[in-house]
């Protein structure tokens, strides 16, 4: 089946060709399957990017640090933890246990 082309040249707000929309699709504003698809990757880490900006960072479990927050998995849980803490246990300088005696906190 063909489709028929509407009269009005737009404008690609992926690669800024211009292009001839189809009549099935009015509000088509991409000209191929290949800018339509980058043009949904885009909105899709735009949308991840601002709901991180949204979610508050939180305190480090550890230390109580709230500049940067790193996510940490142990035993199927997630801590969150501030770079120096994250470091220490991932690079086997400390467990988590041992931090929170460290920090008075556990």
């Given at each position: 089946m063909e489709h028929k082309k509407l009269s009005t040249i737009r404008k690609c707000t992926i690669c800024g060709k211009d292009f001839h929309p189809v009549v099935t699709s009015i509000n088509?504003?991409?000209c191929s399957?290949?800018?339509?698809?980058?043009k949904n990757r885009e909105r899709s880490r735009n949308y991840?990017?601002?709901?991180?900006?949204?979610?508050?960072?939180g305190k480090c479990f550890v230390c109580?640090?709230?500049k940067a927050i790193d996510?940490?998995?142990?035993?199927g849980r997630e801590y969150k933890l501030c770079p120096?803490?994250?470091?220490r246990i991932t690079r086997g300088y400390?467990?988590?246990?041992?931090l929170?005696?460290?920090?008075n906190r556990g």
């Open positions: 088509q504003n991409t399957y290949k800018c339509r698809e980058e991840a990017r601002e709901k991180r900006m949204k979610t508050p960072l109580g640090y709230d996510i940490h998995h142990e035993r120096n803490c994250h470091a400390s467990t988590l246990e041992e929170l005696k460290e920090h």
